[in-house]
C-alpha cells in the first residue's frame, strides 16, 4: 500500500510517500512562496497549488491509495460557498484581534466561560476572535464559510466541507462536552450566520475528485483522509498517544502536549484543552522558540555566521548574562497576554553579542519550564517526555533544556513527526497496521540533566520569573499565571 502524506506548515510544504510493502520513505520539502506584506496572512488557493504542486513530484509514476492531510491549528479564512476568497487565511501568527481580546479578558466571568466551554483561552490566536474582529469591523460573515488552510485543502481536493473534531478543536467554536459546534458559544461572540465544516472523525475518507486528481497525479476516487492539525499528528507520530506521555516540539514554537483521558482544564486558565485525532490533549504553547533564535541571530550576527559557527561560543559554565523576555510574538501559555512584548532585560556594555544570544536560548527555554509547570501542576509529572524540533540541531540547547527541566528526556530521531502521524492516520483509515517498522523508533537516546546546573538554573529561573511578572501589560484580567 502507498500513502501520500500532504503538509502545510508554517512556512514550507511537505509530502512523505510511505509503501508498506518496502518499508519505503520518501520525503520532499519546499518553502511556500507568500506574497503581501504580511507573512501571517497568505493566499489559500496559492498555498493549495504549491502543496499539490509538490504532492505530483511526489507520486510521479507511483499508484497512491490513500492521500493524508497535515496543517496547522488556528488558522482562518472565509469564503464563499464555491470556495472562492472573502479572506485570506490569517495563520496562527496573525494578532489583530489583540486588543479586541484584550478588552475581552477585563470581564473575568465571560473569560472563564469561554475557557470551560472550549478549552481556549480569550486571546488572538483562535478563529473565533479573528472572525469577531471581522463582524465588528463591518463584513456581514452570514453565509461565510469558515475555514482553515488544511480544511480548505480538503475541500478542493474532495469537494467536502469537512473537518476533524482534532482540527476544530483550535478554533475557540467546538464544544469540550460534545462533539459538535458549541452554538452557544458563536451566538455570544454574535457568529450566527457563520457556515461550519461538517465534523468528522480522524479516520474519516472522502474520494479525490476528478480536477484534483489531475492536478496532484493520483487517480480520481483515491481515499482522502479528513484533514488533521500537526500538534496533534506529531503525538500520532511519536507514538505518544497514551495517557501520561508528552511531546515537547522546539520548532518555530513551542509546544508541550500531555496526552490525557478527557478535557482537563486548568483553574487559572492557563493551559489549552485540544483532541489529538486519537483522545485528548492537555497543553501549553509559546510563541516564542526557534524564530526568536533566528531573529536574535540575523540581528545580532547578520547572515554571514552559521549556528554551527555560534555552538563554539555557547558555554554551560555559570556566567553573567542578560535576562531575555522571549515575547517577540506577544504570548500564549501561561499568561495569554498576546500584547506582551518581547526583549532583553539587565543589559550592560560587558556584554557581548555571543552573550545575548545564549540568553535568547535560556530565555525561550524558562519560558517553555513555566508553562511545563502548570502542566505538571495539572496533570501531574508525564511518564515520558519526547523532545524534537530545531532544538536538536545544538547540542548546548538541547543539553540546556534537560539541565534546565531537571529530567530526562528522549530525543526523537524520528524526522518529520507530524508527516509520520499523517501517514499513520492513512493507515488506520485503510484499516492497516499504523506501527510499520520505518515508522517506529525502536530504541530512542535519552538526555540526562546534569543536576549541579539544574539547581544554578533554578536560581535564573526565578530571575526570569521576576522579570516576566516586572514587564507585565497593564492589562492582566486573563487569570494566566504570574
Known sequence: MLILALEASTTSAK?????????????????????????????????????????????????????????????????????????????????GAQDLCADLRADQEFTRWFYERTGCMVNAIYPAFKLML????????????????????????TGRRWTSYS??????????????????????????????????DGVD??????????????????????PAPDGGLNQVGEDATEPGRMTFSMGTSGALRFAVGGPSLSPRMSTWAYRSPTGWLSGAAASGCTNCVDWAKGQLFGGAMTFDQLEPMLSARERDLPLFMPFLFGERCPGWQDQRRGGFLELHPRHSRA???????????????????????LN???ERIILSGGVLSSPFWTQLTADVFGVEMEISALQHSSTVGAVKMGLRAAGVESAQPALTEARRSTITPDMARTRRYAAEFARYLEGYARTSPAEDASGGAA
Not at 463584513?139 to 461565510?144: C, E, I, K, P
Not at 552573550?355 to 501542576?377: I, K, P
Open 355 to 377: 552573550d545575548m544570544y545564549q540568553s535568547v536560548l535560556h530565555g525561550v527555554t524558562f519560558s517553555l519550564l513555566h508553562c511545563y509547570r502548570e502542566l505538571t501542576a
Open 134 to 157: 471581522l463582524a465588528r469591523q463591518g463584513m456581514d460573515l452570514t453565509g461565510g464559510v469558515v475555514m482553515d488552510q488544511n480544511s480548505y485543502t480538503f475541500a478542493r481536493l
Open 167 to 200: 482540527q476544530a478543536s483550535g478554533t475557540g467554536l467546538l464544544s469540550t462536552s460534545s462533539d459538535d459546534w458549541d452554538h452557544e458559544v458563536i451566538r455570544r461572540l454574535g457568529l450566527d450566520g457563520i457556515e461550519l465544516p461538517e465534523l468528522h
Open 15 to 95: 509530502t512523505m510517500l510511505f509503501d508498506t510493502e518496502t518499508q519505503e520513505v520518501t520525503v520532499r520539502t519546499r518553502r511556500f512562496v507568500i506574497g503581501g506584506e504580511d507573512a501571517a496572512v497568505r493566499e489559500a488557493e496559492g498555498i493549495f497549488v504549491q502543496l499539490v504542486q509538490l504532492g505530483a513530484e511526489a507520486a510521479a509514476g507511483r499508484s497512491v491509495d490513500m492521500v493524508a492531510l497535515s496543517g496547522t491549528w488556528h488558522g482562518l479564512t472565509v469564503r464563499e460557498p464555491d470556495l472562492s476568497p472573502i479572506t485570506g487565511v490569517q495563520e496562527w501568527p496573525y494578532t
Open 205 to 226: 475518507t472522502a474520494p479525490l475528485t476528478a480536477q484534483a486528481a489531475s492536478m496532484l497525479g493520483v487517480a480520481a476516487g483515491t481515499p482522502v483522509v479528513v
Open 380 to 382: 501531574g509529572e508525564p
